[in-house]
C-alpha cells in the first residue's frame, strides 16, 4: 500500500524558514519523481516543486523560485522542501504528491497524496 | 502558462442527478495530459480521471471524462451522496509550467 505522510508544517513570522519533510513507502522510491502542492485556505490547488526519481532534475513555480529548496534522500524514502523568505502568501497545506509516471523528468500528473501539512506565515 | 477555467463555480443538484462540470484551457491540451481530481472537505485530492477519460483505480463507473482541445467535461451520472465535493482540472502538457483550474464545487441542493 502505497502510504505518503507530510511533517514540519506551524507558524513562522515572515521572513522566516521552514522545512517540509515527507515519509514515502509502498512502492519503489526512485522510479517515481514526488511533488509539493499546495492550497491556501478556502483556495484552490497551485504545484509548488518536483524532483524526479533520481534527484537529477528539479522544478519550481514562479511564486517560490529562489526562495524554496526541494531535495530527497532515497536511504530514506523522504522528499524535503526547505521554505526560505516566507511571505504572508505562502501560508497554505503543503501536500506531497506522488508522480504517476514511471522515472518522469518532469511533472505530470499525481496519484497518491499525502493528508497535507499547514504553514502559517504571519507576525 | 496555459490557463484552465472551470465552471460553473458551483453546481447544486440532488442526489440521484446527473452533474456535468467544464474545464476549458487557454490553448489546446492533448488529451493524455488532462486529469481530474476529487477533494473533499479536510481531504486530499483524489484522481479521478487520467488521460482526459480513463478512470483511475478504484473510480466508480459513474464518473466519465470527455473531451478534446481546449474543451473538456466531466460528468457524473446518479450522483451518490459521497459524490458532493470539489472537483479540479489539471493539465501537465506544459510541464514543468503545470496548473490547476479554479475548481467545481458540487453541492446538495
Known amino acids: 500500500e502505497v502510504q505518503v505522510l507530510e511533517s514540519g508544517g506551524g507558524v513562522v513570522q515572515p521572513g522566516g524558514s521552514l522545512r517540509l519533510s515527507c515519509a514515502a513507502s509502498g512502492f519503489t522510491f526512485t522510479n517515481f519523481g514526488m511533488s509539493w502542492v499546495r492550497q491556501a485556505p478556502g483556495k484552490g490547488l497551485e504545484w509548488v516543486s518536483f524532483?524526479?526519481?533520481?534527484?537529477?532534475?528539479?522544478y519550481y513555480a514562479d511564486s517560490v523560485k529562489g526562495r524554496f529548496a526541494i531535495s530527497r534522500d532515497s536511504s530514506k524514502n523522504t522528499v524535503h522542501l526547505q521554505l526560505n523568505s516566507l511571505r504572508v502568501e505562502d501560508t497554505a497545506r503543503y501536500y506531497c504528491?506522488?508522480?504517476?509516471?514511471?522515472?518522469?523528468?518532469?511533472?505530470?500528473?499525481?496519484?497518491?497524496w499525502g493528508q497535507g501539512t499547514l504553514v502559517t506565515v504571519s507576525s | 502558462e496555459i490557463v484552465l477555467t472551470q465552471s460553473p463555480g458551483t453546481l447544486s443538484l440532488s442526489p440521484g442527478e446527473s452533474a456535468t462540470l467544464s474545464c476549458r484551457a487557454s490553448q489546446s491540451v492533448d488529451s493524455n495530459y488532462l486529469v481530474w481530481y476529487q477533494q473533499k472537505s479536510g481531504q486530499a485530492p483524489r484522481l479521478l480521471i487520467y488521460?482526459?477519460?480513463t478512470r483511475a483505480t478504484g473510480i466508480p463507473d459513474r464518473f466519465s471524462g470527455s473531451g478534446s482541445g481546449t474543451d473538456f467535461t466531466l460528468t457524473i451520472s446518479r450522483l451518490e451522496p459521497e459524490d458532493f465535493a470539489v472537483y479540479y482540472c489539471?493539465?501537465?502538457?506544459?510541464?514543468?509550467?503545470?496548473?490547476f483550474g479554479q475548481g467545481t464545487k458540487v453541492e446538495i441542493k
Open positions: 489539471q493539465q501537465s502538457v506544459d510541464s514543468p509550467r503545470t496548473t
Open positions: 504528491a506522488k508522480d504517476w509516471v514511471l522515472q518522469g523528468a518532469r511533472p505530470y500528473y499525481f496519484d497518491y
Open positions: 524532483i524526479s526519481g533520481s534527484g537529477a532534475s528539479t
Open positions: 488521460g482526459a477519460s
